[in-house]
């Protein structure tokens, strides 16, 4: 498993809420390249929660686009906005029972929309919470000139950006 380095660290007006290590508020996931798939490992706090040590859907939905998305910025190496995304609560999530792994993949291509699935399992590994998304690709011109995108890389790879 690879760590990815977060192309948008260090840029003027970066203050996103999923991926932001310094968002004071935000969810400051980190993800990982296993295989097709993006990883990441989050531990909710009861600051998430929606019932009494429940973590809230909201919270769930928004991890799992987080997640969908820096497939996207891995796999395709440009940028996109959520068209569409559907959702199924199987299993309640727990803030006190240990960290979540999240996993998500490409699933379909069909010209500029891509199809990605994702799902939060427990600590125990139990499937909880499954999504899928899709996005309208940008031109990877257009990733670089309006959304500062050029490369999304693992720790250990080259640019090829000279």
Known sequence: ???IINPWMNTEGYHCFGCDPNHEHGLRMEFYEDGDDI???WQPTSEHQSWINTLHGGIQAAMLDELCGW???RKFQTAAVTSK???RYRKPLHTNLGQLTLRAHSSEVRRNLVTV???IYDNEGNL???A???YFLFSREKSKAEMGLKECLC???QSDEL
């Open 1 to 3: 498993m690879k760590k």
């Open 39 to 41: 990883v990441s490992f």
């Open 71 to 73: 497939v996207v910025f």
């Open 85 to 87: 995304m559907e959702i």
């Open 117 to 119: 699935t994702g799902a």
């Open 128 to 130: 909880c919470t499954e």
């Open 132 to 134: 899928t998304c899709i």
């Open 155 to 157: 720790e250990g790879e």
